[in-house]
């Protein structure tokens, strides 16, 4: 680190006062709050599906459907995203350590991502009901997916927490790491070299492009009518989270067995 404080227990990076900071700041406020209630959760979604539809008309259907657009917005949020460290995790989670605080942090990821799911088709039906508002589903989706999306790379990011796999850098960096891991569904080896600069390169932003599409198009479901589209979207989310988090702890827990030491001995292994 070279001057920069990496946000950690819960801190974000300041607003730079340009338009997509109050994107990011919704965005990781959606990430965060594992215990936002409904009301409040589609409140902010609403704001954002808004904001997006401001953002989307600049930028043309083009950018929209190359996938370029979300996953600029992704990597613009990232930094926003308040990451917490184990010592945080632990006091959250009552002092849990291990595979039980890994299965913790994904089980609180699935019901997030599960809750914006089931708001996405709420806020689905309200549209389906008043059909002027039709225009603004596009940006309705594309809100649900960078949410989702936040939530898993907050998720990535805290296993790496949890099983002792350690990404320095600014918090720019840092968050580019994680979309990358999230992009690429994989853990992240801090041997491999060019593993921070990586997450900027072409090959990492085209892995990203096609993952943000594939998830925007998951969340069509959530455009079903009535409610239906609220519980399948929620299925999915659910789904999709838990098959997620198993791929990266698969991964983490081998790259913590290759990696050095801790100082005083301290085992990186967590035991099952």
Do not use: C
């Not at 043309?60 to 459907?65: C, E, F, L, N, Q």
């Not at 299965?103 to 019901?111: Q, S």
Request: charged share 20%; net charge positive.
């Amino acid at each position: 680190m070279t001057g920069e404080i990496e946000p950690r227990h819960g801190e974000v990076e300041p607003a730079r006062g340009d338009g997509s900071t109050e994107l990011g700041e919704l965005i990781g406020r959606l990430a965060s709050d594992e215990d936002m209630d409904g009301e409040t959760r589609g409140r902010l979604l609403g704001r954002l599906a808004r904001l997006l539809g401001q953002s989307a008309r600049k930028v043309g259907a083009a950018g929209v459907a190359r996938g370029r657009w979300l996953a600029d917005l992704l990597l613009a949020a990232a930094p926003h995203i308040p990451i917490r460290d184990l010592e945080t995790l632990q006091a959250h989670h009552h002092g849990l350590m291990g595979e039980e605080l890994a299965d913790r942090i994904v089980k609180a990821a699935g019901n997030a991502t599960t809750a914006v799911g089931a708001a996405g088709g709420a806020l689905a039906a309200v549209e389906f009901a008043a059909p002027p508002l039709l225009l603004t589903a596009p940006a309705q989706l594309a809100a649900e997916t960078l949410v989702v999306a936040a939530i898993e790379v907050k998720m990535i990011a805290e296993l790496h927490e949890v099983y002792g796999v350690s990404v320095q850098g600014s918090g720019t960096a840092r968050g580019a790491a994680f979309v990358t891991s999230w992009a690429r569904q994989r853990g992240i080896n801090p041997l491999e070299g060019g593993t921070l600069t990586s997450a900027l390169g072409t090959a990492a932003k085209s892995a990203l492009r096609r993952r943000m599409l594939r998830v925007f198009g998951r969340s069509l479901s959530t455009m079903g009518p009535l409610l239906t589209g609220a519980a399948a979207g929620a299925a999915l989310n659910r789904s999709a989270t838990k098959g997620l988090a198993l791929k990266v702890r698969n991964d983490l827990r081998e790259i913590a067995g290759s990696l050095p030491p801790l100082p005083g001995d301290q085992p990186r292994r967590l035991d099952p």
